[in-house]
């Protein structure tokens, strides 16, 4: 054998048949390693290789089915120009000792060494790849569908079906997993931005709403002036009016229709012939749900009542808009209303405070997943009201009780969290 061919051009040939071996093992491993969704979105853009690595990866059957052909075509070719290399060379022992370097070389330098570069470079190799494997895979494509064929034959044998590839779909805890970790490419802000729009089905209208005894409206039994006072004072565009309590609301007033009556005194006669009907929404609704349900009924403003029919709040639009990008508008009364910092850490807070604006304007940790006021979530841990100086602990925050009244908790003290803490242990 050595005298037909040069040992020299045997070996040249051995190196092309690794170097093979190494883009065939590394570009399989690029290709795998793609982020799917990056590569689409390059894609999109009109990069050629991503668009070829898109198109090869919607069968990967066909494409590991090319790779692994050419894989071992060029792996058997190799070890059996060895085989007779060392044959020729110094008989059986030579042929044992050529076999285990052999063995040890592809796997360092067209196993191990190619696809640790691929894994941690996917796009360099596999882009580039692409281009090979689409035009190759056209030319062997009667063999790799026999191939193909025959494996899906033994699968199906083991009762394995081939499906329909859903590598691009996400749950939503993966997508939140996603932006999590979109690290600097997605600013802080946007980040919680996009983290909240997947949290709107976790969140109910209850969270948000306005609750029952905090509501403003219009009071029909009130007197004129009195009704002015309201409409001069409110913050709101829109005010509920009822009779006597909320519970008996007869409509909505939008203060924009009293524009045209800014020359005439107010009266309940004219405020009855401006309302709107009330719209009633069950508590427990998802903001997601109550978002679509605002935009397709065309309001902003809903009542929320129970099972029985008894309103339990007010939730509009754009609680739930704040509920997405954070408070519109500021109010420092009402932030020190609830919460007033102390020295060493610690703070007065309003127990009737809802708890999922404390943890967000806070950066507190307390559990949503009960009462929605601190009130209600001490309330509930401790089963009664408890006395001035009482403390305990909810979820590693210290909280002394400071004022109470007959019915409920009015102020409290929180304290910085401790590590390790259990939630709900009383001191």
Same mark, same amino acid.
């Given at each position: 054998?050595?005298?037909?061919?040069?040992?020299?051009?045997?070996?040249?040939?051995?190196?092309?048949?690794?170097?093979?071996?190494?883009?065939?093992?590394?570009?399989?491993?690029?290709?795998?390693?793609?982020?799917?969704?990056?590569?689409?979105?390059?894609?999109?853009?009109?990069?050629?290789?991503?668009?070829?690595?898109?198109?090869?990866?919607?069968?990967?059957?066909?494409?590991?089915?090319?790779?692994?052909?050419?894989?071992?075509?060029?792996?058997?070719?190799?070890?059996?120009?060895?085989?007779?290399?060392?044959?020729?060379?110094?008989?059986? !022992?030579?042929?044992?000792?050529?076999?285990?370097?052999?063995?040890?070389?592809?796997?360092?330098?067209?196993?191990?060494?190619?696809?640790?570069?691929?894994?941690?470079?996917?796009?360099? $190799?596999?882009?580039?790849?692409?281009?090979?494997?689409?035009?190759? $895979?056209?030319?062997?494509?009667?063999?790799?569908?026999?191939?193909?064929?025959?494996?899906?034959?033994?699968?199906? $044998?083991?009762?394995? @079906?081939?499906?329909?590839?859903?590598?691009?779909?996400?749950?939503?805890?993966?997508?939140?997993?996603?932006?999590?970790?979109?690290?600097?490419?997605?600013?802080?802000?946007?980040?919680?931005?996009?983290?909240?729009?997947?949290?709107?089905?976790?969140?109910?209208?209850?969270?948000?709403?306005?609750?029952? *005894?905090?509501?403003?409206?219009?009071? !029909?039994?009130?007197?004129?002036?009195?009704?002015?006072?309201?409409?001069?004072?409110?913050?709101?565009?829109?005010?509920?009016?009822?009779?006597?309590?909320?519970?008996?609301?007869?409509?909505?007033?939008?203060?924009?229709?009293?524009? *045209?009556?800014?020359?005439?005194?107010?009266?309940?006669?004219?405020?009855?012939?401006? $309302?709107?009907?009330?719209?009633?929404?069950?508590?427990?609704?998802?903001?997601?749900?109550?978002?679509?349900?605002?935009?397709?009924?065309?309001?902003?403003?809903?009542?929320?009542?129970?099972?029985?029919?008894?309103?339990?709040?007010?939730?509009?639009?754009?609680?739930?808009?704040?509920?997405?990008?954070?408070?519109?508008?500021?109010?420092?009364?009402?932030?020190?209303?609830?919460?007033?910092?102390?020295?060493?850490?610690?703070?007065?807070?309003?127990?009737?405070?809802?708890?999922?604006?404390?943890?967000?304007?806070?950066?507190?940790?307390?559990?949503?997943?009960?009462?929605?006021?601190?009130?209600?979530?001490?309330?509930?841990?401790?089963?009664?009201?408890?006395?001035?100086?009482?403390?305990?602990?909810? *979820?590693?925050?210290?909280?002394?009780?400071?004022?109470?009244?007959?019915? @409920?908790?009015?102020?409290? @003290?929180?304290?910085?969290?401790?590590?390790?803490?259990?939630?709900?242990?009383?001191?």
């Amino acid at each position: 054998m050595g005298d037909d061919i040069p040992l020299a051009g045997l070996i040249g040939l051995l190196v092309v048949l690794l170097v093979l071996s190494a883009f065939f093992s590394g570009s399989e491993t690029a290709l795998m390693s793609l982020n799917r969704y990056q590569l689409r979105h390059k894609a999109r853009e009109g990069h050629r290789g991503a668009k070829l690595a898109d198109n090869l990866l919607q069968r990967p059957d066909r494409l590991i089915g090319l790779i692994l052909l050419g894989n071992n075509l060029v792996n058997f070719a190799a070890a059996s120009l060895v085989t007779l290399v060392a044959k020729d060379l110094g008989g059986n !022992l030579a042929v044992a000792l050529a076999t285990g370097a052999f063995t040890l070389t592809v796997i360092i330098f067209a196993e191990a060494a190619p696809k640790t570069l691929a894994a941690l470079h996917p796009e360099r $190799l596999a882009f580039p790849a692409a281009m090979v494997y689409y035009p190759l $895979l056209k030319i062997t494509y009667p063999i790799v569908w026999m191939t193909n064929v025959a494996s899906n034959g033994v699968l199906y $044998l083991f009762g394995v @079906r081939s499906g329909k590839n859903d590598l691009q779909s996400l749950t939503r805890e993966e997508l939140r997993t996603v932006v999590h970790e979109a690290g600097a490419r997605i600013s802080s802000r946007y980040r919680e931005m996009l983290i909240s729009i997947l949290d709107l089905e976790k969140v109910t209208v209850d969270d948000v709403m306005v609750p029952h *005894n905090e509501i403003i409206g219009i009071d !029909l039994d009130d007197e004129d002036a009195e009704i002015e006072g309201v409409i001069a004072n409110s913050e709101h565009t829109r005010l509920p009016v009822y009779r006597d309590s909320i519970d008996d609301v007869v409509g909505v007033l939008h203060l924009r229709q009293l524009a *045209n009556m800014a020359e005439r005194s107010i009266n309940k006669d004219c405020i009855q012939k401006l $309302l709107s009907e009330p719209y009633f929404v069950p508590e427990g609704t998802p903001l997601s749900t109550q978002l679509v349900q605002f935009q397709r009924r065309r309001e902003r403003i809903a009542l929320v009542v129970d099972e029985y029919g008894d309103i339990q709040g007010i939730v509009t639009l754009e609680d739930i808009l704040e509920e997405i990008v954070g408070e519109f508008t500021t109010d420092p009364a009402d932030e020190d209303d609830d919460v007033v910092e102390e020295i060493g850490d610690t703070f007065m807070v309003d127990a009737t405070a809802n708890i999922r604006e404390l943890n967000r304007s806070q950066e507190w940790e307390l559990p949503t997943d009960g009462p929605k006021t601190l009130n209600g979530l001490i309330v509930e841990l401790l089963e009664t009201i408890p006395q001035p100086s009482t403390c305990l602990k909810i *979820n590693g925050y210290p909280i002394e009780i400071i004022e109470t009244d007959d019915n @409920r908790i009015r102020t409290v @003290r929180v304290g910085a969290r401790e590590p390790q803490a259990n939630t709900g242990d009383d001191d």
